[in-house]
């Protein structure tokens, strides 16, 4: 099993409608979560951290259960500029390196 | 915010040649610097985690004498990927943490895109 898994798409969504993504991790030990951004061969940059209590920043809300181990994102009033690979990333605990899923492909669509 | 520089930005080169990728860290000192490699429609899988001035920590399965890796300040790395071959084309991305910086904090390079013919 994957140490952390996502749907890898693509999702072809129209402008201004609502998505989600979830992620799983399979080391319950983990710590931190995190969802980046990547666009096509470019770095991944970091679109926010992901707290137990779950967190919104403008558009985006992310979620963490840890009971079952997964994470998601939604973005609402998705733009244009939306259209980017979502990657899950998952600190275990006590570690220093940070673990990527395969990432979400995600296009907007005009 | 911090900035890391990473050269070249794509690379094409013959099989057998050597390839140096450069990662700096341009306005704060890198302690930890990680070499990751992403093939297409894949995640980023680290390769290598490499200290100021010690040796680099390589993943299982990264072949130490084919990427190697060099952090002899703290602004700059090196990973060097000698006798490429076709297999080795791939993306190439490092990141940088800070002194005191926590784990997750992480400043990434904008990649090297290296193809082996």
């Known amino acids: 099993r994957k140490e952390v898994e996502q749907d890898p798409g693509p999702f072809n969504v129209p402008e201004g409608a609502t998505v989600a993504f979830n992620c799983t991790y399979s080391?319950?030990?983990?710590?931190?979560f995190f969802w980046y951004r990547q666009d096509c061969r470019k770095e991944p940059k970091l679109l926010m951290s992901v707290y137990s209590s779950g967190n919104e920043d403008g558009r985006f809300t992310a979620q963490l259960n840890r009971a079952s181990q997964y994470i998601s994102l939604l973005i609402r009033d998705s733009k244009l500029s939306d259209s980017a690979t979502y990657l899950c990333?998952?600190?275990?605990?006590?570690?220093?390196?940070?673990?990527f899923g395969t990432g979400t492909r995600l296009t907007i669509i005009p | 915010g911090a900035v890391v520089s990473q050269h070249p930005s794509r690379v094409i080169c013959k099989s057998g040649t050597s390839v140096k990728i450069e990662c700096r860290s341009l306005d704060f000192q890198a302690t930890t610097m990680f070499w990751y490699r992403q093939f297409p429609k894949q995640s980023l899988m680290l390769m290598a985690t490499?200290?100021?001035?010690?040796?680099?920590?390589?993943e299982q399965g990264v072949e130490k004498d084919k990427f190697l890796i060099n952090h002899a300040s703290l602004t700059l790395s090196t990973l060097t990927v000698t006798s490429a071959h076709p297999e080795d084309s791939s993306f190439y991305i490092c990141s940088a943490r800070g002194v005191r910086e926590p784990n997750e904090k992480l400043f990434f390079g904008s990649g090297t895109q290296l193809s082996v013919l």
């Open positions: 490499s200290n100021e001035g010690s040796k680099a920590t390589y």
């Open positions: 990333v998952v600190l275990p605990f006590g570690n220093e390196k940070l673990t």
């Open positions: 080391n319950s030990a983990s710590q931190s």
